[in-house]
């Protein structure tokens, strides 16, 4: 077994669901793995990761609509707000949603269904490039 | 270290929490790794994976019932119900809970707590079979 | 590639956000590890783990919040009660963060962005010693 770790560079462009499937199963692809998992990183409080329809844009506008009712802006009781009126609700659905992903990889290549996407979910209104490091563990 | 894997295909009586705790424990029996992790990943968007209280029912109930209440069917703002009013709700439930569990190894078997279950969430009304993989790493 | 293992007793000393940043970054640091994975697993259904802003103790506050908002007490459908108000949202809220983390190790310590600190976030009002499971896997 063995550990091979990549950083990667991204920058979304706009807030919501960008897919880096691509990206992710380049990095396991040239890892030279093919059975073990591999774990994506988000290293941010603002951004998150999530694993979901890779195949109907609504079904990514409607996830993005529904986690800003559920984490509207200018709650009166934020406290936290310095960065702007997206700087607390980004960390709390950061919070709700995922830092890190472990996804197995199955004859070289990451074990996702039909239907399953990887996505950078940006929660700021003016976004970062953001570091995400993969992390491939196995045979 | 070892990487041992493979894929449970379980369906779910109906739409809620399934215990598969016993399925799991059997994949890690079976690959004779005494310490480690144990990844068990759902490859579909509209069921789920969770930890949770494996003892009272209640809490089951209960849990279900609070995610029917946070996410709502028949939402006037969702585009995308082409599968029926479960098709968006399901895939924000699986969103917002786990498709992926990361648990200990411990002296072979699953370091679970007394009160930890290891649960499908399955969030469609007709449950087709879900492919879950297991994939242990370790000693 | 080795498997490394220590398990950590945590009592929070009130419901809400406690930093565990440095217990969890000392048990890497003696792992010896310098490229792999930490997997920090709470064994527990009423408490959670999350990786959240580190440096504001209003985000801290503000998350606790927006939790205890989400997640009401004494809603009059809940069933699992007998250990009081607190006892069914502490599941619920278990189940909305998380029961694990998994956290990449780059030159021998946690790969941790500026910003992010990793947390015990306790949902009961009187808290346990709760038991944490570190695993570090890696070279």
Redesign the interface.
Known sequence: ???I?RTLRIRAPRRGLTMITEQVARAVAESGVT???C?V?????SASL????NA?P??R???E??LDR??PED?P????T?EGPDD?PS??K????D??????I?GGAL??????GIYLWEHRDAPPAR?I?V?V???
Chains 1, 2, 3 share one sequence.
Do not use: C, R
């Open positions: 077994m063995k550990t770790q059975a073990g998992l774990n990183f988000v290293q941010h409080t999530t694993i979901s329809e109907d609504t079904a506008s409607d996830l609509a529904f559920l984490v709650e009781y934020f406290q936290h310095t607390m960390h709390i950061s919070v709700l949603t830092t890190s992903l472990n996804i197995p199955l074990g996702l269904g039909t239907w399953q570091s490091v992390t563990q196995g045979d």
